[in-house]
Structure formats: structure tokens, C-alpha cells
């Protein structure tokens, strides 16, 4: 984190390669996302049901997490409680190590990436396979990681795909799109055929009904939560949804948002356990790391309405440029910028709400209407109180000039000062201004003493 | 109608100009034009930095400025929207109910200038004439905080002589955002260079916008690269008329 935001985004700006496929994936899927929108009549009012569905959900949490216990331990589930990261990853090792297996296949998950799941298996002996093709494209590259919530792998096309399989599966490929996929498809069809312990995260838990949901696009979720002997969900505790008749909802506003489809290709939905069908053990795992703290602060707790649809990283023009890497972590883009300071703790990432220009694009595309600006400015303005993260010259400059405004006539000497290039005013003259950006001169005359010249 | 100018802190300090043409125009639309002198700055930089709790007191100051005013009018999307959409909020962080509820009764009477024009006065055209190739930027906060919509638009659709041209992407940010273009200088350059390139696209002789602050973001950009495409207030442009 030293240099923060500024310091990483900096790096990326810098790849061609990189800013080239950005700007043509975002604004392909911002297209796509406006036209699909664009059929749904009463797309605001859809907007505005979300937003109150996950209200409901969040204001009463412990009530519909305590229901959700009891729905899936009614339905053969085991439900395991995670503080952190650690306890959640300790109960995945131990299901595949009761069941002796070294492998676990993975459905996508940024529930499992936010907590090192891999990693920690790894340490355990348990190696992670993740089944979803950007997913894999990201492991099998070497030193890779997510650079968006839905496409991880955007940062790269298809040429450098081409060449990660080549080195890492040992298969000869082009990189035309349907080579690509038969070569991943052939690879992990033995690993759902053979390994014996299924993960996944969810998109939705339904308190009412015990109901865990995934969505996704390639089948492969639908195979990691049916055909193997176990199952693993670890699921956030925001993810729940009080009712079944919530999940309407939900799932007309996602795909449009996140893919810009009208329907997803999968949707998997299942409760606990059933004799001669899917899996024989299902254990959910419900984690906090963090989400308790967040659902503390009045204005930030929004966030976790969020149902990781991405549409706030496709508009964004700063994450079009910067990319998801420069955010630092799992989740990046808009969104990113005001969950992972409250998640990992403010002064843990410090510059990530100073990340936008505070355009609003991200606000107008939310399917469940959080307003990331406001929060935005909301976190900056607790960075400033809380933490040391702002030096003492800017603390000192800011000082200066809310005292320079205080009154007319503090004011209208600063004015006098600038014109000769001194004082508060004049020290926006800020040299990472003028790296790019030329400064206006002062004129001769401000606009009140015309006005008072010539009117008053 | 009698409208008191908010002239905004840049304006006033660095594009007098653009001040010159807001009242130009009004009292060519026989509005009565005063300026209370008494004015400073919004403290929108502040709140936006994270120092709202620095500025309650120019919420205050703002309040008993522009109190009994009729209307009040900027020549400053953004400005504009720190007062509507952001001034309760700091009023409120303050613990100040009674601030909060002077805000609520004067927001409402509170305009940018476009706004004022189409919306509030019903005109279009300013009787303005400029002949020149021009192409506006919609700046964020006027289009998605005030919801201006195409009102800017219009005022210069009946500008005589212009050569109006769209800008592709127009919707997206120039990259100015207050103290992000320097606390995040090289996105923000990044975002400005891919703005600046669609405006030299268009061969505009002239980029125009409903903001100063933007205006001074592109127009410290054109100016580097000595584009010889230079930027222009839309009030400058409704002021304009060179027959």
C-alpha cells in the first residue's frame, strides 16, 4: 500500500497494452449494459426495489442470519460461523481433508479471493482449481491477479491468453476464441469429473427459505455444486435476502447490470441436502471480516448493499484508465474505493476514496442505488478526522484557506495577493498541476472590483 | 425578476470575464442583476476534500448572503450543486438543525445559469450571435447532481452563426474533480488527454461548458499543448455579439 493509490495507478497508466484493452472492453459492455437497460420500462423502479430489499435485509441482519441458520440446518446444511478470513479458510481445509482430498474445485468467488482462500489451502496442502475461465486464465498466469469484479482477466486479450495456455497446459492454441475455450474445457472436465469437494461463494442466501443462489455464465458453477461428494459455500453475511420473493428482484436487475443480459445462463439454487441428488454434505460458511464494522457507520454501511454486478467499474473513467490493479485489492473500481478502506480498516487504504473525480456516473448505474460519492466524501472527510493519513501541509493549506473565505475582507486581500502570485489563493499554483496543466494568469481586475468600478 | 449573482471564488478571482457575460445576458432578458459583496466561496473544495467541518461556517455565511434573495444565480453547475445537494448534509455533520432548515427553504431558489435562463425565465435564445465552430462539454455535476440536461444545449442551438458540433463520449468526466486533479495528477492528465483529443477530433475553434473550474482543467490542457482551440464560459458565448 506505501505509495497508495496515486503511486500504483501511475504504473498502469503507463501500459498501452493495458489502457488499449480497457478502453475497448468498458466501452463495449457500457453499450451493451445502456441498450438492455433501455427495454426495461420501469427499469427506476426496479432500481429503487433493490435498494430497499438489502436496506430491510441489513437493518435487521442478525434476525435474518439467525433464520438463515435455522433454514439450512433444517434442510441437512451445516452452518459454520467465520470472524475473519482465517476461520472461514480453517473450515474449508478441514471438510477436504475429512474427506481426503487434495483438490477443491472453485466456482468464482470474491468472497474467497478476499480472504486468500488459495493461499491458505495451499499452506494446508490442499490445492484450489478455479473452474471459471477467467479465473483460471488468472491462476495459470504467472503472477497474475483480478482486475475486475466480473471479468478478472479484462487486463488481458486474447493473444496473451493464448500464450499463458501454451506455456501452462503444454496444448498447441491460436488465439481464436473457441480454441481457447475447448483447450480450458478439456482441461476441466476431468478435475469436475474427479475431485470430491466442491466451493463456491453465492450471490444470494435467502433467510426465509434456506435458499443459497449462484449466477453465473459458463456451467461450470452448476458443475462444482452439483457433482462433487461436498459442497462449500462461504458467503458474506450481506448477501442475504430476508425473502424468496426478493430474489425476483435481484435477478432482474443483475444480469442487465453485470453481463448487460437480459437473462443469465446459469442460476443454481439449492437448500441443504437431497437424498440422490447433488452433493451428500453441504456446509455454508457465513463471514464477517469486516462487514460488522462497516454496518457501524450510518453513511458508508450502503456498501454493503452492493451485489458485485460491476457496472460502477464499466463507467468509471478513472478505473477505464487505471485498470483494477491499481486499487490494490480484490475489489477495485468505485465501489472498491469505498468498501475496501471499510472493510480492511481506513488507515489500511487511505487514498482509495481520493480514487475518483467524484463524476457520479458510478451512482446513476447502481442497480441498488448507493450513492458511492456522497459515501465517497463521507470516507475522505473520516480519513482526514481519524487517521494521519493527510499531511500537515495540506491539513495547514486547507486551514488557510477556509480562513482566507471567512470574510470579505481576508478575502479580498488573498485576491490582491494572488494577482501578484503570493498567498493562499495563489498556492493552488501547484506544481502536480502545472506537470500537465497550464495555470490561468491572474487578471488586472477581479470581477467585484469591476463590479464595483462600474455598477455599485 | 431581480437574481443575485453568485459569482463563485474562481470566477471572481481568475475569469471576471465570465462574470461580465452572466450579467450581460440576464439584463438583456430584463432581469435585475445585483451582487452582494459580501459573498466568499461555497467551501465545495473543502467538503469534497474532506474538510466539510471546516466550511459549516461558510454554509452560514452563504445563508445570510443570499438569504432574502428572489433568485440566486451562478454561472457554476457544480457550485450550484454544493449548495442544493450538499449544504443540508454539512449543516446537518454540524449538528445544526436550524442552519439545515434555512438551507431547505433557500435551495430551491437557487439556479445555475442555463438552468435560470430555460427553465425558470422559459427563453432559449439570448439574442446572442457568435460565429464560430463550438463544442460543449457537459460537466458532471451540472448534468447528474442539478440534472440540467440538455438546457445548455438549447441556449446555444439559437446562438446565430455558431457552428455547433457534438462531442463524442461528452458524458465522460474531463478529469478535473477539485483536488483530484492534483492529489491523482496523472489520472487526472490521463482522463484530460483523452478529453482533449475528442475536442481536437471535432476541429471546434472553441470548447465551451457550464463551469470555470472544468473549463480551467481543458483549457490548462489546450493551452500546454498550444492546440490553438481555446475555452469559453457559455456565458461568454450567450454574451456574445459580434453581428
Known sequence: MKGGFPQAARASLADSQLRRNLGHATSTIRAKRARVVGEVDDWEALREAGAQIKERALRHLDVHLERLEETVTRAGGTVHWARDGAEACAVVAEVARAHGSEEVIKVKSLASDEIDLNERLAAAGVRAVETDLAELIIQLGEGDSQSHILVPAIHRNRAEIAAIFRRELGVEVSDEPSELTAAARAYLREKFLSVKVGFSGANFAIAETGHVVVVESEGNGRMCTTLPEVLVSVVGIEKILPRWEDLGVMLQLLPRSSTAERMNPYTSIWSGVSDGDGPREFHLVLLDAGRTDVLADEVGRAALRCIRCSACLNVCPVYERTGGHAYESIYPGPIGAILTPQLRGLDQAPTLPWASSLCGACYEVCPVKIDIPSILVHLRGRVVRETKAEGLSERAAMGAMARVFSSRRTYEAAQRMAKLGRGPLASAALRPWTRSRELPQPPSQTFREWWREHRA | ?243
Do not use: W
Request: net charge negative; with cysteine.
Open chain 2, 1 to 243: 425578476m431581480r437574481a443575485s449573482l453568485f459569482i463563485t471564488c474562481l470566477a471572481d478571482t481568475l475569469f471576471p470575464q465570465t462574470g461580465r457575460a452572466t450579467v450581460a445576458v440576464l439584463e438583456r432578458m430584463g432581469v435585475e442583476v445585483d451582487f452582494p459583496v459580501e459573498q466568499t466561496c461555497c467551501g465545495q473544495m473543502h467538503a469534497n476534500t474532506g474538510y466539510g467541518h471546516e466550511v459549516v461556517g461558510l454554509v452560514a455565511r452563504f445563508v445570510r448572503v443570499f438569504g432574502e434573495a428572489e433568485v440566486v444565480v451562478t454561472p457554476s453547475g457544480s457550485c450550484a450543486a454544493m449548495v442544493r445537494e450538499g449544504y443540508e448534509r454539512l449543516a446537518m455533520e454540524a449538528g445544526d438543525e436550524t442552519l439545515a432548515a434555512e438551507v431547505r427553504e433557500l435551495a430551491p431558489r437557487v439556479f445555475e445559469l442555463s438552468e435560470l435562463l430555460v427553465r425558470r425565465l422559459g427563453v432559449e435564445d439570448v439574442g446572442a450571435s457568435f460565429h464560430h465552430r463550438v463544442t460543449y462539454h457537459p460537466t458532471c455535476h451540472s448534468l447528474r447532481l442539478l440534472g440540467v440536461g440538455d438546457a445548455p444545449l438549447a441556449l446555444l442551438r439559437a446562438v446565430r452563426g455558431i457552428d455547433l458540433v457534438e462531442l463524442p463520449e461528452a458524458e465522460q468526466c474531463c478529469g478535473f474533480g477539485g483536488t483530484f486533479a492534483v492529489k491523482n495528477a496523472d489520472t487526472s492528465t490521463a482522463m484530460l488527454t483523452d478529453k482533449l483529443r475528442r475536442i481536437l477530433d471535432t476541429r471546434a475553434d472553441v470548447c465551451t461548458a457550464a463551469d470555470s473550474s472544468c473549463l480551467m482543467h481543458i483549457g490548462g490542457g489546450l493551452a500546454r499543448s498550444r492546440a490553438g482551440v481555446r475555452v469559453m464560459h457559455l456565458a461568454e458565448i450567450l454574451a456574445s455579439e459580434d453581428g
